[in-house]
């Protein structure tokens, strides 16, 4: 292994991958104990639990009570095509490196917590809970989100000032709904920033305003200068660019709220994925009666998984829950009990962990063989989330990677983005 590449966790997961596939590993194989594997490879004992972990998450491995951890037992066709592919050449629509912007490492979902969740959840709930939810959602939901945003995110709603939703995308249409049927003509959205947003706000009858983000984030001055009553932002870290909210920047835009009695919508965007710090303290903690937090699992959990949740101020709450009312019922109940039980029991705090671990290695590539080939300056926003801005020196055409260099590339990719 090289100690001074990739962190050894993921050195050690890829090869374990790659023998598996290569047939090295063959199905049945019993692997060494975690300790004695540990003993072997000369690293800690947690590190080799986290890779048999992630591997047995991902169908690689599975382990048993008293039998060890082994090589899952692939269906015989299965095996055949993985030891010997095809030979024909692939269709040339076939994407080599997956660098899709939106979607979070699909294979590491941990899809075994979350059979287990569901299963509790149908065990516990009451009979009650099988019928229609309450129109703001769980209060189970609620109590255990509003508890983890205070203790993660720095927040301080209370369970009451929740609404739980399907998903980001439709909590924020049903607030861009609420504002343009209260008096609010005109929306700043980021800029740089996704234009799904734009085309989200002209749908509810917002004029679309594109503010100026910088290397602090939203341009407040420039906001000021609008007519813009409401603003979108992501300051934990800026979509695209990937900086957060400068301090003062975040002052600004609290006083700025105050001064036109505006509403600031926080998109948690990639708060969870800080990789040189704890993350960065939610606005919502800051000024809860300007500010509505959005937030949902898509990006730490799965983009399938469809739940979502509003924070917000008292006067919007009761507007909010009609809209909801009259446009949706929500996330399944059952869901909503499972993803409460999950993060009660600690394996979503596991997963996340784990995935921070997973995205921290990725980038540590990326960053190696972009700036081996464009220098140390080309790449931007590495200090969370999982995506980078690489900036291209022209004429890139002369200078195009080689199929090497993509192929370790695509090694570091994790896309992330607004999944839902």
């Keep these: 292994m090289d100690r001074t590449g990739a962190p050894l966790l993921v050195q050690i997961q890829e090869q374990l991958r790659a023998a598996i596939r290569d047939g090295r590993l063959t199905p049945g194989e019993r692997l060494p104990s975690t300790r004695r594997m540990a003993e072997h490879l000369q690293v800690s004992r947690g590190t080799v639990v986290e890779?048999?972990?992630?591997?047995?998450?991902?169908?690689?491995?599975?382990a048993v009570v008293g039998s060890g951890t082994r090589v899952t037992q692939f269906p015989e066709g299965d095996r055949r095509r993985q030891l010997h592919p095809s030979s024909a050449p692939p269709a040339t629509s076939v994407v080599r490196f997956d660098f899709e912007y939106g979607i979070p490492d699909l294979r590491s979902v941990p899809l075994r917590d979350w059979v287990w969740a569901v299963g509790e959840a149908t065990r516990t709930l009451p009979t009650a809970g099988l019928g229609d939810e309450e129109p703001a959602g769980s209060p189970h939901l609620r109590e255990v989100i509003t508890a983890y945003h205070r203790r993660i995110r720095a927040g301080c709603a209370t369970a009451d000032s929740a609404?739980?939703?399907?998903?980001?995308?439709?909590?924020?249409?049903?607030?861009?709904g609420v504002l343009a049927r209260t008096g609010v003509g005109a929306i700043g959205l980021e800029d740089p920033g996704p234009r799904e947003?734009?085309?989200?706000?002209?749908?509810?009858?917002?004029?679309?305003?594109?503010?100026?983000?910088?290397?602090?984030?939203?341009?407040?001055?420039?906001?000021?200068?609008?007519?813009?009553?409401?603003?979108?932002?992501?300051?934990?870290?800026?979509?695209?660019?990937?900086?957060?909210?400068s301090p003062a920047r975040r002052r600004a835009l609290i006083a700025w709220a105050d001064e036109v009695d505006g509403v600031i919508l926080e998109d948690d965007y990639d708060a969870e994925f800080r990789y040189d710090r704890h993350p960065v303290g939610s606005l919502q903690g800051l000024a809860p009666e300007r500010v509505v937090a959005l937030g949902s699992v898509s990006k730490t959990l799965a983009?399938?998984?469809?739940?979502g949740w509003l924070l917000a101020p008292h006067?919007?709450?009761?507007?909010?829950?009609?809209?909801?009312?009259?446009?949706?019922?929500?996330?399944?109940?059952?869901?909503?009990?499972?993803l409460a039980l999950l993060i009660e029991s600690g394996r979503f705090d596991r997963h996340l962990r784990r995935m921070r671990e997973l995205y921290r290695g990725r980038r540590d590539v990326l960053v190696r063989e972009t700036t081996a080939l464009f220098g140390?300056?080309?790449?931007?926003?590495?200090?969370?989330?999982?995506?980078?801005?690489?900036?291209?020196?022209?004429?890139?055409?002369?200078?195009?990677?080689?199929?090497?260099?993509?192929?370790r590339w695509g090694s570091a990719s994790a896309a992330s983005g607004d999944t839902d």
């Design 51 to 62: 890779v048999y972990e992630q591997l047995v998450a991902e169908g690689y491995l599975d």
């Design 303 to 307: 983009p399938a998984i469809r739940i």
């Design 163 to 176: 609404i739980v939703v399907g998903g980001f995308r439709q909590g924020l249409a049903f607030t861009l």
């Design 315 to 338: 006067r919007f709450r009761d507007v909010l829950i009609e809209e909801k009312q009259l446009s949706s019922r929500g996330a399944p109940g059952l869901d909503q009990e499972a």
């Design 197 to 245: 947003h734009d085309r989200m706000a002209e749908r509810a009858g917002l004029a679309a305003l594109p503010i100026p983000a910088d290397a602090e984030g939203l341009d407040v001055a420039a906001l000021h200068r609008t007519s813009a009553r409401a603003v979108l932002v992501t300051p934990a870290h800026q979509c695209p660019a990937g900086v957060a909210l």
């Design 376 to 407: 140390p300056a080309s790449l931007r926003g590495l200090a969370a989330g999982c995506h980078a801005v690489l900036s291209l020196p022209p004429p890139m055409s002369t200078r195009m990677p080689s199929s090497r260099s993509l192929e």
